[in-house]
């Protein structure tokens, strides 16, 4: 039960910010730090105070027949990725305060940004590959808020974009991986699927698995070639970046591959797509930072050579190669994330991140400069530092690796290129922008920042330090529990150390810093070299692509939408046809084994009035009033037919509904044109006879066939379980409120965020009141009739009382919240039309908004409450009690659920139906009175 505190904290974080900048930015950025900082100090709590080598779970059921579980676990692989989550973040948040000009919103931007960190802390806590995903799309949504903070800049909402659409695609692919294991292993749980190896691997949908997730994990994680998204991801401001790269986002893809290595790994498909692509985005990624003149482009493209390695480890997926890449990902974190902080200062203080426009800066800024040089030789590799030792490790595995028989010689070729590219690009960046001689002023006069601002990159760089000078101390725990974790064997043996003697990996190391140090000297000549090819701008190619695609598609809908609702109702129906009538084409005969009913006169009769509704309707339609009569025999009808066939709940429904409809169309027809041309000639009147007569036979005929034919329905279920599973004899009901509860409230969602949208779009419309009717006559000057105020008036009281009897009554006899909703909704709307809108609106001086709101948020209410008694989302429960002068009644939790349906109704329907009023009020402007 606690475990689910630790993102939950995180959650609630991010409305702190917008509370304590009242305070000022320091306030705020000491109260946005408190919830990471007590999250980081209940992992910490948890885990030390259990067996490393016990996995913490807590889980809620939710949708247990989808396979949705809430679900959390805490084990060696989620306590790494959680340290480095909240432990710098919290040096972000520190950092930012300082980092941010005062025309920046810092609320908004500490919002997003624990946002970010909730997603990722979700992701690598989740127990549930289903909510995994869900977290894994929520960083792409995070992050983008977070690219696009500066959103006056192009680059920042062009690389926000970016960002947006290659890790989106890979979440989808993500998605199809997921749904694909669990039809494998007929489950979402992670602890299962990990235990399933044998069973995923000897799947015929291993391939595709296989393929589906490392595009979910190699778009996140910025792998060639869907890399480019990252260096333009730099538009954002440099806390964003220096998070991004060190613990977030791009991390994401890391853990995922190791997460799922237990259950994936092991087969050549894994090692050839995941060991080469980490290589060549590892040379790919190196070559571009030894190009780049700007700062944060240099520090971009090496995280993506670092990823590189990284994932090319996890290719390798020996016990030794997982320890490599488990112990980069902690160093790369610590140099790269004070790099980028330090980029950051170097920009905040010059004005200028463009290394050619820097030089110089270690006699102004020589606290920056020590820093960030330790920072970039831990980057390059080099010792005493962190970077080296897991360098060495890395060369070891490339060395001995033996996947690709006799072509096995390129592993170690472009761990080695990667390498030199690594030196070489780090010493350009700590050569270039502190000791070459400036060759012009930066455009602001360099001083140390203040030392809050610069104390996350001198702790990062201790721990960089003590990591590469007692690599035993700190992490071999941490290490160990995450290898124990990855690995699907025995925990292997190993061994952190400076110095493990002259050994090859030890001798390439040596060759790959002089070769870097060689190559720095001839950067120049590398920079004329590449001049020869022509320059290309991913964020021009993207968006040229984009356009192209959008192009392609505006082609395509062209082609198929001309702007004729006719042609599309043609299209729709005679593709309906042709499927009914291949499908009744298979029958033996159309009659099935069952008897048919008699036909009684007054069914003959209702069947004649419904068919002369209907023609009429269509036949008349130009004359608006007379065809509204005719489709409202069309309804009546059909709720006739209802009753008579024993569904009063739908009798009941649909003459609610044919009330709302008819004020809606009235409301809406009378601001269209009086008068229409005739819209069809004779050849597509025959056209859609034709096509309107071959609809109503296939649909009749497939009636027919269904109805006098025995069919295993699932209402005998809903029929034997509505008393003892939902406490109620009224099946209907029980369905909408128990069975399928979770349907009905995404129904009632989408209900009060349409009435919201209609709100929204109606809210300042102007229109022009017709002064007359189709024939010329002048409207009567008497708005509001004395007969219909007296009548709506009196049957206002007893239709809310009809109201309420209708909705206490709806679980056991035909009623409910939905009818009883629309019934409020139409007594109320009556009263705004015999009364007028001003009239009504201050008597009911309220805004309906907060009651759709309100009623969404009551049923989601009740569902959430289950988890509260181990049961799943949405369960309900009912018992009998004995209430003085009332007797034994029955209550149900489900009421309440019920009750969020009725002000859901309410308040959408109102909300749409009275601002519709409001457009005929006295001030709208008419013709005859603009």
């Known amino acids: 039960m606690t475990l689910p505190w630790i993102p939950l904290l995180t959650f609630l974080g991010v409305f702190v910010p917008a509370l304590a900048i009242r305070g000022g930015r320091t306030v705020c950025a000491l109260a946005t730090a408190v919830a990471p900082a007590i999250a980081l100090g209940l992992v910490l709590f948890f885990y030390l105070g259990h067996d490393g080598e016990e996995v913490m779970r807590t889980s809620f059921q939710w949708l247990p027949s989808l396979g949705l579980e809430v679900a959390f676990r805490l084990d060696g692989l989620s306590l790494l990725f959680l340290l480095l989550i909240l432990g710098i973040g919290l040096l972000i948040i520190l950092y930012t305060r300082y980092y941010l000009s005062e025309k920046d919103s810092m609320s908004r931007f500490y919002a997003f940004l624990i946002l970010f960190m909730t997603s990722m802390v979700g992701i690598v806590m989740s127990d549930n590959l289903l909510l995994m995903w869900g977290f894994w799309e929520l960083t792409s949504i995070s992050s983008f808020l977070l690219i696009s903070f500066w959103s006056h800049e192009t680059t920042a909402r062009k690389g926000a974009r970016m960002a947006m659409t290659v890790t989106g695609a890979g979440g989808l692919a993500l998605l199809a991986g997921i749904m694909l294991i669990g039809k494998v292993t007929g489950t979402y749980d992670i602890g299962t699927v990990l235990e399933s190896h044998d069973l995923i691997t000897a799947s015929p949908l291993y391939p595709a698995i296989v393929v589906l997730v490392l595009l979910g994990a190699f778009t996140k994680s910025a792998q060639f070639p869907f890399h480019f998204w990252l260096p333009h991801a730099m538009a954002a401001p440099t806390p964003v970046s220096a998070y991004l790269h060190s613990a977030t986002m791009v991390k994401a893809g890391i853990f995922l591959m190791l997460r799922l290595h237990p259950a994936l790994s092991g087969t050549e498909l894994w090692t050839v797509i995941v060991t080469l692509t980490g290589l060549v985005t590892l040379v790919y990624g190196a070559w571009f930072a030894f190009l780049k003149t700007d700062l944060k482009g240099i520090l971009a493209f090496s995280t993506i050579s670092h990823l590189g390695l990284i994932t090319s480890l996890l290719g390798l997926g020996n016990s030794q190669a997982l320890i490599a890449a488990l112990f980069h990902i902690i160093n790369h974190a610590l140099f790269k994330a004070s790099l980028f902080m330090a980029a950051g200062i170097v920009d905040h203080e010059t004005g200028s991140r463009d290394v050619r426009k820097l030089g110089g800066l270690y006699r102004l800024m020589p606290i920056t400069t020590a820093l960030t040089c330790i920072a970039t030789i831990s980057m390059a590799g080099v010792p005493p530092l962190n970077g080296f030792i897991s360098k060495e490790m890395f060369f070891t595995e490339a060395l001995a690796s033996q996947q690709f028989g006799g072509l096995s010689w390129i592993v170690p070729l472009l761990a080695g290129l990667g390498g030199l590219l690594s030196v070489a690009y780090s010493l350009r960046l700590a050569y270039a922008t502190f000791f070459r001689r400036p060759r012009q002023e930066p455009p602001k006069t360099p001083h140390e920042p203040p030392w809050p601002m610069r104390f996350p990159i001198e702790l990062l760089v201790v721990l960089c330090i003590i990591v590469g000078l007692v690599p035993t101390l700190p992490q071999t725990p941490i290490l160990e529990d995450a290898v124990r974790v990855t690995m699907s064997g025995e925990m292997p043996e190993f061994h952190l150390a400076l110095w493990h003697g002259i050994n090859p990996a030890l001798l390439l190391s040596m060759a790959v810093i002089a070769a870097g140090i060689v190559l720095h000297l001839l950067h120049r000549h590398m920079m004329r070299f590449n001049r020869q090819f022509r320059p290309q701008d991913a964020r021009y190619i993207f968006e040229a692509f984009v356009q192209r695609l959008v192009g392609l598609c505006q082609r395509l809908t062209d082609r198929l939408e001309n702007g004729s609702l006719q042609r599309y109702m043609f299209l729709l129906m005679a593709v309906s046809v042709l499927a009914m009538a291949l499908g009744l084409a298979d029958l033996d005969t159309l009659t099935g084994n069952l008897g048919q009913q008699p036909l009684d006169p007054i069914v003959a009769m209702g069947a004649a009035l419904l068919i002369m509704g209907g023609v009429l309707t269509a036949a008349l339609h130009r004359y608006r009033l007379i065809s509204l009569l005719m489709l409202s025999v069309v309804g009546l009808v059909v709720s006739l037919t209802f009753a008579r066939f024993s569904a009063p709940d739908l009798a009941l429904t649909q003459l609610s509904v044919e009330v709302v409809t008819m004020i809606l169309l009235m409301l809406a027809l009378f601001f269209l044109p009086q008068k229409t041309p005739k819209e069809s000639g004779g050849a597509r009147v025959v056209r859609d006879v034709l096509i309107a007569t071959g609809f109503g036979g296939a649909v009749a005929s497939l009636n027919f066939a269904v109805l006098t034919r025995d069919l295993d329905s699932i209402s ?145 209410f009740t569902g959430l409450c289950s988890w509260l008694f181990g049961y799943p989302f949405l369960t309900s429960t009912f018992d009998h009690f004995h209430l003085p002068l009332i007797g034994d009644i029955e209550l149900a939790s489900a009421l309440i659920f019920d009750g969020g349906i009725y002000l859901a109704v309410v308040g959408a329907t109102l909300m749409i139906l009275a601002n519709l009023g409001k457009l005929t009020t006295a001030h709208r402007p008419n013709k005859d009175n603009p």
């Open 716 to 860: 005998e279920f809903f029929i034997r379980q509505s008393v003892p599973g939902g406490g109620g004899h009224n099946v209907v009901n029980v369905i909408l409120v128990d069975f399928r509860g979770f349907d009905t409230l995404g129904e009632i969602t989408v209900l009060a965020i349409a009435g919201l949208a209609i709100f929204k779009l109606l809210n300042r419309l102007r229109l022009f009141m017709p002064a007359t009717d189709m024939e010329g006559r002048l409207w009567s000057d008497d708005r509001h009739p004395t007969l219909l105020m007296v009548v709506s008036q009196t049957l206002l009281p007893l239709a809310l009382l009809v109201s309420f009897f209708i909705f206490l009554r709806g679980h056991n006899q035909p009623g409910g919240g939905f009818i009883a909703g629309l019934i409020t909704a139409v007594a109320l709307i009556l009263l705004y039309m015999s009364r007028g809108v001003e009239w009504a609106q201050q008597r009911l001086d309220f805004q309906f908004q907060p009651i759709a709101i309100a009623g969404v948020a009551l049923s989601t």
